[in-house]
C-alpha cells in the first residue's frame, strides 16, 4: 500500500447557515474563469437562437468548455499595454449539418465570442489584445 500525506482534520465552528457573516470570493468580470463562463454562456445563447431561427428548434451542442491562455501585460495605474494577446479557445461540439444544410457553427460562435468581449471588455483592442479560435466538433 502506498503511504500518502494525507491529513483530515474537523473544523470545529458552527455551520454557515448559523454564523452571523459569510465571506466568500467573488470572481470581476475581468477574472479569466468569469471571462471563459460569460463567452460559453453567450455563445450557448447564440446558437440555440441560430438553431431556432433556422430549424424551428435547438438541436445538439456542448460550448462549456471555453480556454484562455493568458497573455502578458505590463501594466500601469489607470491603464497599461498588453504585450503578448490573450489566447481564447472555444471549443465543445455543435450540430453543423441538419437535414442536408450545413449550419454556420464557428462563425456564430465566434461572432457571439468577440461581441460578449466588445461589451463586457470595452477597454480591451479586440484586433491586438486578443485572439479568439474555434474548435467544435460534430456530435457523432
Do not use: W
Not at 116 to 132: A, C, G, H
Amino acid at each position: 500500500m502506498t503511504d500518502r500525506n494525507i491529513r483530515v482534520q474537523s473544523l470545529k465552528r458552527g455551520a454557515v447557515e448559523d454564523q452571523e457573516i459569510e465571506i466568500v470570493e467573488r470572481k470581476g468580470i475581468g477574472h479569466p474563469d468569469s471571462i471563459c463562463d460569460g463567452i460559453s454562456e453567450a455563445v450557448s445563447r447564440a446558437l440555440a437562437q441560430e438553431y431556432v431561427d433556422r430549424f424551428g428548434r435547438v438541436l445538439h451542442y456542448n460550448t462549456d468548455e471555453t480556454q484562455l491562455v493568458a497573455g502578458d501585460a505590463a501594466p500601469a495605474f489607470g491603464g497599461g499595454e498588453v504585450v503578448e494577446p490573450i489566447y481564447i479557445l472555444l471549443v465543445g461540439r455543435a450540430t453543423k449539418y441538419y437535414d442536408g444544410q450545413p449550419i454556420p457553427v464557428d462563425s456564430v460562435a465566434l461572432e457571439a465570442a468577440r461581441s460578449y468581449l466588445r461589451e463586457n471588455l470595452p477597454n480591451l483592442d479586440l484586433e491586438s489584445d486578443v485572439m479568439v479560435d474555434v474548435r467544435l466538433g460534430d456530435p457523432p
